[in-house]
């Protein structure tokens, strides 16, 4: 397989992009923590390609993307507790570790809760719109190496695994998302990240 590279700034990047994900390719992303490689969550061969990409193991969950708030609920059950989190951090560098509803196959997560996340980057919610509103997305990298922040470090590790990398520049965050599980009370920070976990407890404790 032959991966094309395109600008960001080409005209007709994003619905490149998008063309590419609703015919059931990889492409990989600049989001506003690190570049993320995508699938269309609902082709579950698509889905699969991804773990083979990255030699990651299929038993680990993949989080998914929304371009918009709106789309939440058609994959996944939030919490009224939980809803200073997304007023305050969304979108952002947090993933909500959420009951996931029956729209979320279980090769995207073969457990019952969801990692979900608005990214604060228009480019990638622009992608992440023009294929349906809703991606399954992980970091753009081979299980166990450093993330890529640039679409040549992505191009590096993936080149002949994915159709598509939309270099949009250097990743400004370059710190992954920080991961909360909102199916527990008080929420617990399974990873600490973008949002440090100080902050996360004082969105829940002051802002009702």
């Not at 590790?157 to 370059?174: A, F, H, S, T, W």
Request: hydrophobic residues 45%; proline residues 10%; contains cysteine.
């Amino acid at each position: 397989m032959v991966t094309e590279v395109i600008r960001a700034s080409e005209k007709g990047a994003v619905e490149r992009a998008a063309e590419v994900l609703r015919d059931g390719g990889l492409v990989v992303f600049p989001t506003d923590t690190v570049y993320g490689l995508a699938a269309h969550p609902g082709d579950r061969q698509a889905v699969a390609r991804i773990y083979e990409a990255k030699g990651r193991n299929t038993s680990r969950p993949i989080a998914l993307l929304l371009s918009d708030l709106e789309h939440l609920p058609t994959v996944a059950v939030l919490p009224d507790p939980i809803l200073p989190l997304t007023r305050r951090f969304w979108p952002g560098g947090l993933t909500l570790v959420l009951p996931k509803t029956e729209a979320v196959p279980p090769v995207v997560s073969p457990g019952p809760t969801v990692g979900v996340r608005i990214p604060d980057l228009d480019l990638a919610r622009a992608i992440i719109r023009a294929a349906g509103g809703v991606l399954a997305v992980t970091s753009a990298n081979l299980s166990g190496q450093p993330a890529a922040l640039t679409a040549q470090e992505a191009l590096e590790q993936l080149e002949g695994r994915v159709e598509l990398i939309v270099d949009g520049g250097p990743c400004q965050g370059g710190v992954p998302s920080t991961v909360v599980d909102c199916t527990v009370w008080p929420p617990a920070i399974l990873r600490e990240g973008a949002i440090p976990e100080t902050e996360i407890q004082a969105a829940l404790t002051f802002d009702k």
